[in-house]
Structure formats: C-alpha cells, structure tokens
C-alpha cells in the first residue's frame, strides 16, 4: 500500500467552475477525512466518513461543497460554482477506527487556485 | 470552544536543541500529536501522545505534556537542517470522531 493517494495535485480554475478531487485512503482504514489548509495556517476539519456515512460535516463546508464516498472506500470533494477563497490545499487523510490512537495518514493534498 | 496556538517561527544553529511549544484548550483530549510539513508536501505524523503521560521519547524527539496548563512542547536533539519544515501540534478534541484540531504551525529555521 503506498498510503494515501489524492488526485489532482494541482487544479487551476476559473471563478465559476465546478472542480472535483479524488481521495484513495490506505485500504483497510475505514475514517477518511477532508481538511482545507490555507496558506500559513493549519489545516481545518471540513468532514469526515466511517465508511460509506457521511457522519459530521464543519460549517466550513458550505452548500456548495459536497463530499461522496461511495461504497466506502475512495471519496470525493467537488466545489461548485468557485470562488477565489476557495483557493487553498485540500488535504485528505485516513484512520482506523480499530486503532485506539486514531492515528490519521495524510495525503500530499490537492492546491486548488481560483482565477 | 477548541483551540490551539503556536509560536510562528523559531530559528537554531545545526547540532543545537529545538523546542516548539503549543497550549491547547480542550483539556477532554485524548491525544495530542505532532505533525511536520515541508514545503509542498501533505503532513507527516512525527509522534503522538496520549493524555495521561507527561513524557514520551523517540529517537531525537521528546514531548512533554503538562495536562494542568494545557502545555505540550516537542523538543527536538541534534537539529539537522533536514529538520527545516513546519511543525503542527493537535489535539484530538472532546469527540472520539478522530478529527483533529491544529494549530497555525512553527516554521523550524536550522541554520548550518
């Protein structure tokens, strides 16, 4: 297992546009979470899944973002219609609910910039 | 509500001790962590402690918690340039969902 893979690395948009990113978490962890980082600041919990459920969700996650993991393994985040503070790295991270530390793995992030 | 602050930056000389202190706010964590970033990249977990230790070593790195000021510092021996990156403390908040909350991070500078 080579950990947690996230696709694109990086998408240039223009305002407006719908952008989608991909998420493939270490195989046999069933948490995956999404946290946007900006610059200089540390990343920020957007939402998170025990398998396929969508169980909590930030209310940094606006109406226009939405999340997906179906069948419980890889997990989108598409934005519509961005904005330039949408602007920021989107970082995708997994656990295993079994392990007591919760220990989260982190992906290499997606750099979203908005035009 | 759940918070956690970090000085900004902090710059050493290569061979010295570096000390990166955090103060969190939720004192029902289960777990306080230390994340490294270096540029470009996602975050890595450099080590973890659960809450009723003080002290944990590892190799080079050593964490100290004081559970009663809400206190966690990683020290760091030997300072290696490679060291250079930004360092994240988290905490694990009052719910068992496993979402963390991190602080700002402290650009490590190792001077040669």
């Known amino acids: 297992d080579t950990g947690v893979s996230q696709n694109p690395r990086h998408k240039i948009t223009k305002r407006g546009q719908n952008v989608t990113f991909r998420c493939d978490p270490i195989s046999e962890h069933n948490r995956l979470y999404w946290y946007r980082q900006t610059l200089g600041q540390g990343p920020e919990f957007l939402t998170y899944?025990?398998?396929?459920?969508?169980?909590?969700k930030s209310r940094l996650l606006s109406d226009r973002f939405s999340a997906e993991r179906p069948k419980g393994s890889f997990s989108t985040l598409e934005i519509q219609r961005t904005e330039q503070g949408d602007s920021a790295m989107y970082l995708c991270?997994?656990?295993?609910?079994?392990?007591?530390?919760?220990?989260?793995?982190f992906g290499q992030g997606t750099r979203l910039t908005v035009v | 509500g759940e918070d956690v602050e970090q000085s900004l930056f902090l710059s050493v000389r290569e061979g010295d001790s570096s000390v990166i202190n955090c103060t969190y706010t939720d004192s029902s964590s289960t777990y306080l962590y230390w994340y490294k970033q270096e540029p470009g990249a996602g975050l890595q977990l450099l080590t973890y402690?659960?809450?009723?230790?003080d002290m944990k070593q590892d190799q080079r790195l050593t964490v100290l918690l004081n559970k009663k000021d809400k206190h966690l510092s990683l020290r760091i021996a030997d300072t290696q340039t490679g060291d250079s990156a930004i360092y994240f403390c988290?905490?694990?908040?009052?719910?068992?969902?496993?979402?963390?909350?991190f602080g700002q991070g402290t650009t490590l500078q190792v001077k040669p």
């Open positions: 988290a905490e694990s908040g009052s719910s068992n969902t496993g979402k963390l909350i």
């Open positions: 402690i659960f809450s009723n230790m």
């Open positions: 991270a997994s656990s295993d609910i079994r392990k007591a530390n919760t220990e989260a793995f």
């Open positions: 899944f025990q398998n396929e459920a969508q169980l909590e």
